[in-house]
């Protein structure tokens, strides 16, 4: 389901003025409170908190700047607004410098809070090319929450936002249509550009936002900790149209999503240049580009080129993503560590010079446990091609309902070192015959080829109750290395013995499930995220409801204490989600459709 900025809880639009009359600021110090009253505040020249003094700026309020006129910060600043009294840092002209927050040594928790804020037509092209909207320096209580930074360029680094040396917190907010330019091989970080910083995202979505490197966000010599954020439409003329990371650091994502985002070169969403260390858990990639008729595109998802540290994929699925010549999916040249993935209809787009549908390696090694290979395709290799590049897969299935008949699942290239495949205990479409190429295959026990007997192919790969690979897989002496919970984050080994790919088999659906399940009742169905939910009076409480969207993402909690309870939902995306109910030994899941 493609990301949408309702899933920020914001309303970014609404901005409701009550202007009794306006202030003019001819520039200079600021300081004490600004409020709707006196909005708005045009400010003629540049304006400064001294670092002793304190702004505190209320809802309803729009501070407009003339000409090049900015703020610098060294002080505290408190700008506070509600949902439909936002906050308004704006221009007459797209001129104004934005936001300049510099530290001060102080120890205070968030001396700088940006609340229900909309930053627009901030540009860095005179003097402070960094920064359009946003630039922060050695200043770590920064706070930006339920906030917009939204069309602001810069001529090099952070179109919408720049970071240095700042340790910010970034919660609930939209980084969208911001630039820099295209021209300067120093323009980078279309959304956000962090340097020597380790920020925290919570809840923040990147759209649309353009630059050379790291259309939505680029990291340099940074810690970036990215939790429940989205990243569409975000592009790049060369690397990385979502995130590019470099110069060593971490990138470590949980419950997030990349859609429709596009590089010109290489990773559609995510391009990982040099030492970076990565640790994805729920992460969904679907339709990132990479390449162009033009250029040649290498990681259709995500780039990982050679000097990066291990990087480790746990429950993430990788769905109709493309580049034209390698990994239509990833491509790597550090070492990968892959468990509970989807990788689904993923593809190259060179006629005559494809390698590798969903994975292209580079001289490294892949561990694949409990993943599903399903409907990638190119000229050499549908799945894998591997560059003097080792191979291991446990407990996974490779299957294809409409194999390319010219090509084999697994490509091996002897460059200057062998390249390897170990296999055991999976499921591979047409066994061994399906390797091509030289190098050292291993195909060890517990290998089978048999219909996967998915419950619906190319679109749902959990197994029907009649599959093969139920209890098919490995665990015994290699336990330690099988995920606890499946990609749904049902229980691993149901059953005795863990199943092979990314779903494991639950059984069929107990007595107690089709009890709650026929006794679930929605009312209304479809609603706009506040509906009452009606439980049998003889279900057993309490109770616990998850809502999750159809890609597997849990999106909302809740205990319910009553047979019939009322439910609002945070404001979500129009779509079809389902609801899960927990009580003691009683379980059961229901479809439900949003609609606003």
């Not at 580049?323 to 892959?338: D, N, Q, R």
């Not at 591979?428 to 290998?447: C, H, K, L, P, R």
């Not at 506040?530 to 049998?536: A, G, K, N, T, Y």
């Not at 057993?540 to 309870?565: C, D, F, H, K, W």
Request: hydrophobic residues 35%; glycine residues 12%.
């Amino acid at each position: 389901m493609p990301f949408n900025k309702a899933y920020l809880l914001i309303s970014l639009l609404v901005f409701g003025f009550t202007c009794q009359s306006q202030t003019i600021i001819p520039g200079g110090y600021v300081s004490g409170n600004w409020d709707q009253w006196s909005s708005p505040y045009l400010i003629q020249d540049d304006i400064t908190i001294h670092e002793d003094s304190v702004l505190n700026i209320s809802g309803n309020v729009e501070i407009i700047f003339q000409d090049t006129a900015g703020l610098d910060v060294y002080g505290v600043l408190q700008a506070i607004g509600g949902n439909i009294s936002k906050i308004e840092f704006t221009a007459e002209v797209d001129t104004w410098e934005g936001i300049q927050i510099y530290g001060n040594g102080s120890p205070a928790t968030d001396s700088v809070i940006l609340d229900h804020c909309i930053i627009s037509k901030g540009a860095a092209f005179n003097g402070e090319l960094n920064g359009g909207g946003l630039w922060i320096s050695n200043r770590d209580e920064v706070r930006v929450s339920r906030s917009s930074i939204g069309g602001n360029y810069a001529e090099h680094k952070g179109g919408g936002i720049y970071i240095e040396n700042s340790d910010i917190l970034i919660i609930a907010s939209c980084i969208e249509m911001n630039a820099t330019s295209q021209d300067s091989l120093d323009a980078n970080g279309g959304g956000m550009y962090v340097k020597d910083s380790n920020p925290v995202f919570l809840g923040v979505l990147f759209y649309g936002n353009e630059s050379r490197l790291g259309g939505g966000l680029y990291g340099s010599n940074s810690s970036l900790v990215i939790f429940n954020c989205g990243f569409q439409e975000n592009s790049s003329i060369s690397d990385g149209g979502a995130i590019c990371c470099s110069d060593n650091g971490s990138l470590n994502m949980d419950y997030c999503d990349f859609f429709d985002n596009t590089a010109g070169n290489n990773g559609g969403s995510i391009a990982l240049l040099y030492g970076i260390s990565t640790n994805f858990s729920y992460v969904n990639f679907v339709n990132s580009k990479a390449g162009s008729l033009y250029n040649s595109g290498i990681g259709g998802a995500l780039y990982i080129s050679t000097g990066n540290y291990d990087q480790r994929f746990e429950n993430c699925t990788f769905i109709e993503n493309s580049a034209t010549v390698f990994g239509g999916a990833m491509y790597s040249g550090s070492y990968v560590y892959l468990s509970n993935c989807l990788f689904n209809t993923n593809t190259l787009t060179s006629v005559n010079s494809s390698f590798g549908g969903a994975v292209a390696l580079y001289y490294i090694s892949l561990w694949a446990v409990n993943c599903t290979f399903s409907n990638n395709n190119s000229k050499y290799g549908t799945t894998f091609y591997s560059t003097s590049a080792g191979i291991d897969m446990m407990n996974c299935i490779l299957w294809d309902p409409f194999p390319n008949p010219d090509a084999t699942a697994i490509s091996l290239f002897y460059l200057t070192m062998p390249p390897s495949v170990f296999i055991e205990h999976s499921n591979i479409q047409f066994g061994e015959e399906n390797i091509s190429g030289n190098g050292i295959i291993t195909w060890a026990n517990g290998n089978i080829d048999e219909y996967p007997a998915f419950v619906l192919p190319q679109e749902d790969f959990s197994l029907d109750w009649n599959s093969p690979c139920i209890n098919a897989g490995r665990s015994d002496t290699l336990v330690s290395m099988i995920p606890e919970t499946d990609l749904n984050g049902e229980t691993r080994i149901s059953g005795g013995e863990v199943d092979m790919g990314a779903y494991e088999y639950q059984g069929p659906i107990s007595i107690n499930e089709l009890y709650v399940k026929n006794q679930i009742n929605i009312t209304p169905n479809p609603n706009n995220g506040c509906f009452i939910i009606h439980l049998d009076k003889d279900f057993i409480l309490p109770a616990r409801i998850e809502l999750y969207t159809i890609a597997g993402n849990i999106t909302y909690v809740q205990r319910i204490s009553s047979q019939i309870e009322q439910v609002n939902l945070p404001q979500l995306p129009d779509g079809v989600y389902i609801l899960k109910l927990k009580g003691k030994g009683e379980f059961g899941t229901t479809k439900m459709i949003i609609k606003n």
